[in-house]
T-cell receptor, first 113, second 113 residues
Framework: AQSVTQLGSHVSVSEGALVLLRCNYS??????LFWYVQYPNQGLQLLLK??????LVKGINGFEAEFKKSETSFHLTKPSAHMSDAAEYFC???????????FGTGTRLQVFP | DAGVIQSPRHEVTEMGQEVTLRCKPI?????LFWYRQTMMRGLELLIY????????DSGMPEDRFSAKMPNASFSTLKIQPSEPRDSAVYFC???????????FGQGTRLTVV
């Protein structure tokens, strides 16, 4: 069965600093991978997705993620953090065989001025 | 389309009462997911449907939980009887296909006292 591990439940960065949120997955078949963002009292919104095309995926709000099969990773990055990036971020994996969409436990990003 | 619509947004009920959460997915979406979000356990997949048929309900915690999708535009998640440990935010999401974006509703915040 597929699973997702997000390292670090909380990440704090200064405004303008690099953002790196880590995600490792487990899947016996090539997975589909997603990053979602959740703002307070809101549902989740898609940031970006990997579905076996280019390994470097660009998303909204300047975020991008790189699929590394050898490391089973799909880390999310942004070169320069903005105050509005403060939110909770979820990595998710979908098994093409079962259609299940499974989420990691989330990483709360804080951005300090 | 107005997006995924969940009702009610907030529900406070007494232990032992029946609770019904409702979801209207986006028209034309084949998949519907029910998730539960808590601080302790993160975002858990409870059950999902494909073309109104339940595919996997292994995440449903107990027999007290049941979900139905009588047609393509409506689904319910019922808890009977409710317990304080059921307090959480319940999200409904729908997607067109397995590797496409899942759109989330605003969630129902359930408090069982």
């Amino acid at each position: 069965a597929q699973s997702v591990t997000q390292l670090g439940s909380h990440v704090s960065v200064s405004e303008g600093a690099l953002v790196l949120l880590r995600c490792n997955y487990s899947s016996s078949v090539p997975p589909y991978l997603f990053w979602y963002v959740q703002y307070p009292n809101q549902g989740l919104q898609l940031l970006l997705k990997y579905t076996s095309a280019a390994t470097l995926v660009k998303g909204i709000n300047g975020f991008e993620a790189e699929f590394k099969k050898s490391e089973t990773s799909f880390h999310l990055t942004k070169p320069s953090a903005h105050m509005s990036d403060a939110a909770e971020y979820f990595c998710a994996v979908s098994d093409p065989r079962t259609d299940k969409l499974i989420f990691g436990t989330g990483t709360r990003l804080q951005v300090f001025p | 389309d107005a997006g995924v619509i969940q009702s009610p947004r907030h529900e406070v009920t007494e232990m032992g009462q029946e609770v019904t959460l409702r979801c209207k997915p986006i028209s034309g979406h084949d998949y519907l997911f029910w998730y539960r979000q808590t601080m302790m356990r993160g975002l858990e997949l409870l059950i999902y449907f494909n073309n109104n048929v339940p595919i996997d309900d292994s995440g449903m915690p107990e027999d007290r939980f049941s979900a139905k999708m009588p047609n393509a535009s409506f689904s319910t998640l019922k808890i009977q009887p409710s317990e304080p440990r059921d307090s959480a935010v319940y999200f409904c999401a729908s997607s067109e296909r397995v590797n496409t974006e899942a759109f989330f509703g605003q969630g129902t915040r359930l408090t069982v006292v």
